[in-house]
Nanobody, 115 residues
Framework: QVQLVESGGGLVQAGGSLRLSCAAS????????MRWYRQAPGKQRELVAA???????NYADSVKGRFTISRENAKNTVYLQMNSLKPEDTAVYYC?????????WGQGTQVTVSS
């Protein structure tokens, strides 16, 4: 059974940094896409960043230049480096892995940015 385990969330002041990690446990093969989503209270879940198996990336406009997504294929792990954090980045962050057959979601990790 595949599980995605996230870590790295927490409370940080505006302007600070956090690094999120998401690692897959269990048998998982051919991860095509790794993505980070976030959901703030009262808002819809939104895509923050994505990375392909080849390393191509894309970002939401609101985080471009501040967030960086990366992956370690050998470890089935994706990272999200978040710099220059703003209060509006406060949300629960979820990772998602897409394979040929399935989508897998992490349990979410809370990121809170104080002003």
């Amino acid at each position: 059974q595949v599980q995605l385990v996230e870590s790295g969330g927490g409370l940080v002041q505006a302007g600070g940094s956090l690094r999120l990690s998401c690692a897959a446990s269990g048998s998982i093969f051919s991860i095509n896409y790794m993505r980070w989503y976030r959901q703030a209270p009262g808002k819809q879940r939104e895509l923050v960043a994505a990375i392909t198996s080849g390393g191509s990336t894309n970002y939401a406009d609101s985080v471009k230049g501040r967030f960086t997504i990366s992956r370690e294929n050998a470890k089935n792990t994706v990272y999200l480096q978040m710099n220059s954090l703003k209060p509006e980045d406060t949300a629960v962050y979820y990772c998602m892995f897409t394979t040929v057959k399935y989508d897998y979601w992490g349990q979410g990790t809370q990121v809170t940015v104080s002003s």
